[in-house]
């Protein structure tokens, strides 16, 4: 079935430690995306990607990186400059960027502070 | 600047009843928007969406209503099943935007 696969589920990081995040699609689109949920809070944007080897900056891109180096994936590093990462991260992709077509999500990954 | 918003944390609904989400946006320039559903540790499920050409949208048991002089769009789920029990969460966009925006959600309890 085609879907989009994030990993790990969870995942712990100690202080000054750079993490990443998995997410990989195989619903051959073009465009993916990574948001960060808090509780109580609605999806911010990380970054998104609009086709390979390119990315642009969400609304709350610092302290956190990207890459696209495939189209079917799309890794998110947090690094230890991100002084708040304990949340839940959850990774979309859609057919293309600017056009009114749903973005489809896995099931995220949540991440906690040691 | 919350550009969507859900004023309703919480919504709790007998089963089989009519259960009425509510969304209220602020940018006059979107123009797509949709609802999705999310379970406790998993990602959000499309639901439903609707442009702004339209003011209403069906899908079986889910109806979405826009009314664009009031910003305001509701997701009417009928009847209502216990299943139905999860976050809803809608959002927006804009033609040429690249993202869209979400509102905080609100959790739906459809009790027996």
């Known amino acids: 079935d085609g879907g989009i696969t994030q990993s790990p589920k969870y995942l712990f990081r100690k202080e000054g430690q750079n993490v990443t995040l998995s997410c990989e699609q195989n619903?051959?689109?073009?465009?993916m995306y990574w948001y960060r949920q808090d509780p109580g809070q609605g999806l911010r944007l990380i970054y998104y990607?609009?086709?390979?080897?390119?990315?642009q900056k969400g609304d709350i891109a610092e302290g956190y990186s990207v890459s696209r180096e495939k189209k079917e994936s799309f890794p998110l590093t947090v690094t230890s400059a991100q002084k708040n990462p304990t949340a839940f991260y959850l990774c979309?992709?859609?057919?293309?960027?600017?056009?009114?077509?749903?973005?489809?999500f896995g099931d995220g990954t949540r991440l906690s502070i040691l | 600047d919350q550009q969507v918003k859900q004023n309703s944390p919480s919504l709790s609904v007998q089963e089989g009843r009519i259960s009425i989400l509510n969304c209220d946006y602020t940018?006059?320039?979107?123009?797509?928007f949709l609802w999705y559903k999310k379970y406790p540790a998993e990602g959000p499920t499309f639901l439903i969406s609707?442009?702004?050409?339209?003011d209403k949208n069906e899908d079986g048991r889910f109806t979405v209503f826009l009314n664009k002089s009031a910003k305001h769009l509701s997701l009417h789920i009928v009847p209502s099943q216990p299943g139905d029990s999860a976050v809803y969460f809608c959002?927006?966009?804009?033609?040429?935007?690249?993202?869209?925006?979400f509102g905080q959600g609100t959790r739906l309890t459809i009790n027996p």
């Open positions: 979309a992709s859609s057919i293309r960027v600017y056009s009114n077509q749903p973005q489809h």
């Open positions: 619903l051959n689109h073009d465009a």
């Open positions: 990607s609009q086709i390979v080897n390119d990315f």
């Open positions: 940018n006059s320039m979107f123009d797509y």
């Open positions: 609707i442009s702004s050409i339209k």
């Open positions: 959002a927006a966009s804009a033609e040429g935007a690249q993202k869209l925006v």
